[in-house]
């Protein structure tokens, strides 16, 4: 037995419902099941989502204030008065910046841009940048991807006589900024038909309402944001990140073009994991770091000179960044496991005096995925007396509905139900602890504390192919709510697997199922090869993919989780050193032994059927040191249990007399030879006819020991004499004959038995159906 890391949550989809759908769409029954379990269950909505039939852009004007926005802007530009647009320092941020303001001053406006630094004026909109962008002689500030939450800065850009417009998509809160206009896919009086916009998904609107057009050049830019911000991946989003991909794959704006250059990667080949892993965090990089003017300058600039300098520049930045993290997750994680364990604290909040505030988000994330609890990471400026950070969620735990219960505290906060960030005072982190944890203990259940996966669809090894995979391509690009899907395969067996890696840390394997294979590859989970017996059924999930090696394609399955529902049987028997082997074997153990007691407090000594019924081992990994003297012992020890695996190591202290027990036979001339001398001194001359015999000494001297107990024999002065007038009895009467062949026949079946027939006999004596064991061992 082997228990999954995590809850599977199978999507169950009827076979011949999806079959038939398939036929409909026209596509496999594998992506159908796949649709139908996502919930598109319409031709024409599946078309849709397959291969873009019917699918537009919504109007603009369906927002909310944008009429009036756009009046505004036009104002501006028939007045020549100065736009700012003011944006926030992630891959959202510095897109929304970069894509508002080539529309801007591609539509005729005299405009420049504003990023706040996170580490002297923090997020969002700022009164000092407000009051200064009016001694710069703006009249019009717009802002993106923020501002949604800043009450007090638009009463100060009124004040000032400062129109300011907010375009924005994080969660309005209970009272909106007194703006000119407010832009935003969930106004609480609009009606727009899709909520879940990125911030440049709300700019690219407003770029859409100025250009009375889809922005196609400007799609590119708007894929950065919508796939970097980790907005759900369908309606619009998936309209802009698909035809953004494509974009990308084909632009020709230097940024994009240094940055393909700069980290090797075939810019006709983009994906969504090409801008999730490599042009997101370093465009991030910059604004973690320092301050996030040279990402939007590589996302504005016309030169590829200074693209290269700017993309080489950022680079550095996101390896440094790299290196930051790792040494705050380590920090982290230690300060969780010291003073905060997560069995006590559902919730993580931790903080420390010269934390990054730039990448307090990466640690938290970290943390969440390390201990599966919130996480809230802090990064303490002592002198200013505040705590600035970033918190990330798991599923059933709504951050910002949370936070927004502990308002008292956070001067600022805002953020999505599963990630949030804030500020507060140093002196009430403790207390937002407090309030934190108390929340969770009232919502959260012991069961959302193992990680939840939406498998998609169970299949087997044959229908598993490279067109197939190829078809369920199309459903990319993949992201939140449109995740890559997941696929089970049960019970299938083990055709091979090995640990490979430079540190053998990752695990490459072989699956079968009648007849057929397909590879898995899973990243670090090489220990697995030590915790799986090669001959149990498997089940596994993963991601499907096409493996292309030497000019041949394959499918191959990315490893996520494995299991195995029976016990399995680890066969160490052969003399194998225990200490080499045991110290592998995970923590919930017990060992077993039958012939002595130990000081090791993980080892049992059982002598009865009653010791043997009292060792609870359900769950747990068994070893077996050694081997009982009967059979009922060990029977009542596994009897009606069920132990997750067993080691069977089965050592012996004596040397067995032979390779098998004694025959009539051999008793018969031994006693004859007896008769014949009528007295023999064992000691003297017993080695030199066993070795005349090819027998052992020990034989001798056990065979001698069952005529003593007969009475066929007496011992006197060392020597052994005869007695002719003893009574006929068989040599089932002698108690060492009996415990011998009671040894004997449980040495065989325990010890000299081949693996298959140890499973079987455990099974039976456990209660459990050893499952097609011939057909899986021959």
């Not at 043997?612 to 009982?628: C, F, R, S, T």
């Not at 001194?681 to 080695?687: C, I, L, S």
């Not at 009996?738 to 065989?748: A, D, G, S």
């Amino acid at each position: 037995m082997l228990k999954p890391k995590m809850r599977w949550s199978l999507k169950e989809v009827d076979r011949k419902k999806s079959e038939a759908f398939a036929e409909e769409v026209g596509t496999s029954p594998l992506a159908a099941s796949l649709l139908l379990g996502r919930g598109i269950t319409e031709k024409e909505e599946a078309r849709a989502f397959l291969f873009d039939e019917g699918v537009a852009f919504h109007d603009p004007f369906l927002l909310k204030d944008m009429n009036k926005a756009i009046d505004r802007i036009r104002q501006a530009k028939e007045r020549e008065e100065a736009v700012l647009v003011f944006g926030d320092y992630d891959a959202d941020g510095v897109s929304s910046t970069s894509l508002l303001l080539t529309a801007l001053r591609d539509y005729g406006v005299l405009a420049d841009y504003y990023i706040p630094n996170r580490f002297t004026e923090g997020y969002g909109p700022n009164e000092p940048a407000f009051r200064h962008a009016k001694e710069s002689g703006f009249g019009l500030i717009i802002t993106v991807d923020t501002g949604i939450s800043g009450v007090h800065e638009a009463q100060v850009a009124k004040e000032i006589g400062i129109d300011l417009i907010i375009t924005d998509h994080h969660e309005p809160g209970p009272v909106l900024p007194e703006a000119l206009a407010i832009i935003h896919p969930k106004h609480p009086e609009g009606t727009y038909p899709f909520g879940y916009l990125a911030g440049v998904g709300v700019a690219l609107k407003m770029a859409h309402a100025l250009y009375g057009k889809v922005p196609e050049h400007l799609l590119d830019l708007a894929a950065i944001g919508t796939i970097a911000d980790l907005v759900p991946l369908y309606g619009e989003n998936r309209l802009i990140a698909k035809k953004g991909l494509s974009a990308l794959r084909q632009t020709e704006r230097p940024g994009i073009v240094a940055l393909c250059k700069q980290t090797g990667t075939e810019q006709s080949s983009i994906d969504e994991e090409t801008v999730g892993f490599m042009i997101g965090p370093r465009i991030n990089a910059a604004g973690r770091l320092d301050d996030a003017g040279p990402a939007a300058e590589l996302m504005l600039t016309e030169d590829i000179e200074e693209a290269m300098m700017l993309a080489e520049e950022i680079d550095a930045m996101n390896k440094q960044r790299q290196s930051i993290v790792n040494d705050m997750a380590k920090e982290a994680i230690d300060m969780v496991n010291q003073e905060f364990p997560s069995d006590e604290y559902p919730v993580i909040v931790v903080g420390k005096e010269g934390w990054n505030p730039g990448v307090v988000g990466i640690v938290a994330s970290r943390l969440t995925d390390t201990f599966y609890r919130p996480a809230i990471v802090l990064g303490f400026d002592s002198e200013k007396g505040i705590a600035k950070g970033s918190a990330r969620s798991i599923k059933g735990f709504d951050l910002f509905q949370s936070l927004s219960t502990c308002r008292d505290i956070l001067p600022h906060f805002g953020g999505h139900p599963m990630a949030a960030g804030m500020t507060l005072s140093i002196h009430d982190v403790d207390e937002l602890r407090s309030r934190m944890v108390r929340i969770a203990k009232d919502t959260l259940t012991e069961e959302d504390f193992t990680p939840i996966v939406q498998v998609d669809a169970q299949a087997s090894v044959s229908d598993i192919t490279v067109q197939g995979i190829e078809e369920l391509n199309k459903l990319a690009p993949f992201g939140m709510n449109n995740p890559k899907p997941l696929f089970v395969i049960h019970d299938a067996k083990i055709a091979s697997m090995k640990k490979i890696g430079a540190n053998q840390t990752h695990l490459k394997a072989a699956f079968e199922q009648n007849g057929q294979t397909i590879d898995g590859v899973g990243f670090g989970m090489g220990e697995y090869v030590d915790q799986i017996a090669k001959t149990s059924d498997i089940s596994v999930i993963g991601e499907l993919s096409i493996n292309e090696w030497n000019n041949m394609r394959r499918p191959q399955l990315m490893l996520r989780d494995l299991r195995v529902d029976e016990c399995q049987l680890f066969d160490m028997r052969g003399g194998r050193n225990v200490s080499s082997w045991y110290k592998n074997i995970p923590d919930v153990k017990v060992a077993v032994s039958f012939s002595r007691a130990s000081g090791d407090p993980n080892v049992v000594f059982v002598q009865n059927e009653q010791d043997a019924q009292a060792v609870e081992m359900d769950g747990k990994n068994v070893v077996l040191l050694d081997l009982p003297e009967r059979e009922e012992v060990i029977k009542s020890l596994l009897g009606g249990k069920s132990p997750a695996r067993i080691y069977a190591h089965f050592s012996t202290q004596e040397n067995h007399f032979f390779s098998s027990m004694p025959t009539r036979d051999h008793f018969k001339w031994y006693y004859a030879f007896l008769l014949k001398r009528g007295s023999f001194d064992v000691k003297q001359h017993g080695e030199l006819l066993a070795k005349k015999q090819g027998w052992s000494y020990a034989a001798i001297r056990f065979m001698s020991n069952v005529f003593l107990e007969l009475g066929f024999v007496k011992l006197e002065n060392g020597k052994i004499e005869v007695q002719r007038e003893a009574d006929k009895r068989d040599l089932s009467e002698s108690p060492a004959y009996i415990r011998k062949q009671t040894q004997f026949n449980l040495e065989q079946k325990l010890l000299y038995s081949s693996y298959r027939e140890l499973k079987i006999i455990l099974d039976e004596w456990m209660k459990q159906p050893a499952r097609h064991w011939e057909e899986r061992l021959t």
